[in-house]
Each structure stands twice: as structure tokens, then as C-alpha cells.
């Protein structure tokens, strides 16, 4: 884990894919995307199983690190209506189940438009985006709030590193631009897509269990 200053509030970094805003006791997680392999099985296409399981395993150890008392989702909960499988909505259940006491809520993304909100059951409460709450803007897509700071996803951001040696790594990111920042998918199956950062910007790569701050050069390099 490691702490970086956001809008005047701390907020801790996992290497989980997930954001801490301690004050509040509030785990920040974008694009879960829960049920997309099962989409992609649905539609003929061999994807590997128990992406679901995996998922839910690192969201319960974030949540028994930190202690946290809420979980807010930044958009995607869901990937598709046909992502909806009985095995995907029953190991959702069942977590739920076992975090009973956690509040839970999910602002809105793209992907949530088209496969609706969660069964009633999982007692998650949905809002459009920006929801705001202290200095921030919660939303899916990173689009600037004007007097708030926007914690988004959708992006699922990766930064491009390379060596002296013209060694190369695309390794997922946190990016924190002057007026918004955006947080890496969570899902186990999720692509990446490569930003490019200015020089003010702050990128934290995460390696295997590390989250490590890179620095960037003025032309917007790594």
C-alpha cells in the first residue's frame, strides 16, 4: 500500500486495484465488471472460469485489511444482462451474505445502463454520477465536476514503462491529473488502456503486490 494526497484528503493505494479514503472508512473500487466471462462463455468464446471467485476473494481481503465500512463502485458492477448467470448472481449473494453489514453502493457506468441494476438481494443502492461527497465527485466516466475532485474508472488505465536497457512493461496504474483521477479496474478479466500523463500528472504502476509512484518526464514518458 502506499498514501498519496488527494483534494486535501489521504488516500491509500492497494496493489488490489482498489483506493482507501480512510477518513470516511470508504474502499473506492471501478469496473468489477462481474459477469463478463461468463458473457463472453455465453456468446461460444472460451474464457477461463471462477474469474467471479477471484474477484470477490481480493474484495474481502481489502475489505478485512482496512476495516472498512462501505464500499462506493465507480461504474461497471455488472458487464451485460447476459452476464447474469445463476452461478455469477449465487457467489454474489453469498458474499454479500458474509459483508452483511457493510453499506454497499454503485454509481452508474455504461455497462450498468445495459445490464441493469443488481437483484434487490444484494441490498447495493445505485446513484447516477456525480455523487458527491466532501471535496469529491464520484462518476464513472473522467469528466471534470466543477468545484470537486473526480474519482473515476472506465478507463482502465495502464502506464508504458521503459528502461535504458529498451526494456518494456505495460503494468495497470492509478492517475491523478490535476482535477481528476482514475482508478484501475478491478475485474479479473479487464483489458488496459495506455495513458498519457503530463508532467504535473502523479502515476502509481502496481507490481505484483507493490504500488510504486513513477515519475514523468515533461514530454509525457515514463
Same mark, same amino acid.
Given at each position: 500500500?502506499?498514501?498519496? @494526497?488527494?483534494a486535501?484528503? &489521504?488516500l491509500?493505494?492497494?496493489?488490489?486495484r482498489?483506493a482507501?479514503?480512510?477518513? =470516511?472508512?470508504?474502499?473506492?473500487?471501478?469496473?468489477?465488471?462481474?459477469?463478463?466471462?461468463?458473457?463472453f !462463455?455465453?456468446?461460444?468464446?472460451?474464457?477461463?472460469?471462477? &474469474? #467471479?471467485a477471484?474477484?470477490?476473494? !481480493?474484495? /474481502?481481503?481489502?475489505?478485512? /485489511? @482496512?476495516?472498512?465500512?462501505?464500499i462506493?463502485?465507480?461504474? $461497471?458492477?455488472l458487464?451485460a444482462?447476459?452476464?447474469?448467470?445463476?452461478?455469477?448472481?449465487?457467489?454474489?449473494?453469498?458474499?454479500?451474505?458474509?459483508?452483511a453489514?457493510?453499506?454497499?453502493?454503485?454509481?452508474?457506468?455504461?455497462?450498468?445502463?445495459h445490464?441493469? $441494476?443488481?437483484?434487490? #438481494?444484494?441490498?447495493m @443502492?445505485?446513484?447516477?454520477?456525480?455523487?458527491?461527497?466532501?471535496?469529491?465527485?464520484?462518476?464513472?466516466?473522467? &469528466? =471534470?465536476?466543477?468545484?470537486?475532485?473526480?474519482?473515476?474508472?472506465?478507463?482502465?488505465?495502464?502506464?508504458?514503462?521503459?528502461? =535504458?536497457?529498451?526494456?518494456?512493461?505495460?503494468?495497470?496504474?492509478?492517475?491523478?491529473? !490535476?482535477?481528476?483521477?482514475?482508478?484501475?479496474?478491478?475485474?479479473?478479466? /479487464?483489458?488496459?488502456?495506455?495513458? &498519457?500523463p503530463?508532467?504535473?500528472?502523479?502515476?502509481?504502476v502496481?507490481?505484483?503486490?507493490?504500488?510504486?509512484?513513477? !515519475?514523468?518526464?515533461?514530454?509525457?514518458? =515514463?
Amino acid at each position: 500500500m502506499i498514501a498519496t @494526497t488527494v483534494a486535501g484528503e &489521504t488516500l491509500e493505494l492497494f496493489p488490489q486495484r482498489a483506493a482507501y479514503w480512510k477518513a =470516511r472508512a470508504t474502499l473506492l473500487v471501478a469496473d468489477p465488471h462481474f459477469g463478463k466471462a461468463a458473457t463472453f !462463455r455465453a456468446a461460444g468464446v472460451y474464457v477461463p472460469e471462477a &474469474t #467471479t471467485a477471484g474477484t470477490l476473494a !481480493r474484495l /474481502t481481503a481489502l475489505i478485512d /485489511t @482496512t476495516h472498512a465500512q462501505r464500499i462506493v463502485f465507480l461504474g $461497471d458492477f455488472l458487464h451485460a444482462k447476459e452476464g447474469r448467470h445463476p452461478d455469477t448472481l449465487a457467489a454474489l449473494n453469498g458474499w454479500r451474505e458474509a459483508h452483511a453489514s457493510l453499506e454497499m453502493a454503485v454509481v452508474r457506468g455504461n455497462h450498468d445502463r445495459h445490464a441493469g $441494476d443488481v437483484p434487490a #438481494t444484494l441490498r447495493m @443502492t445505485y446513484a447516477n454520477a456525480p455523487v458527491i461527497e466532501g471535496p469529491f465527485a464520484f462518476a464513472h466516466h473522467p &469528466t =471534470r465536476c466543477n468545484g470537486s475532485y473526480v474519482l473515476a474508472g472506465h478507463v482502465h488505465p495502464a502506464a508504458h514503462l521503459s528502461g =535504458r536497457g529498451r526494456q518494456h512493461e505495460c503494468l495497470p496504474c492509478f492517475h491523478f491529473q !490535476r482535477e481528476v483521477g482514475v482508478l484501475p479496474a478491478f475485474g479479473e478479466f /479487464t483489458g488496459m488502456a495506455v495513458v &498519457t500523463p503530463q508532467a504535473e500528472d502523479r502515476v502509481y504502476v502496481i507490481s505484483e503486490e507493490e504500488v510504486i509512484e513513477v !515519475r514523468v518526464r515533461a514530454e509525457g514518458r =515514463r
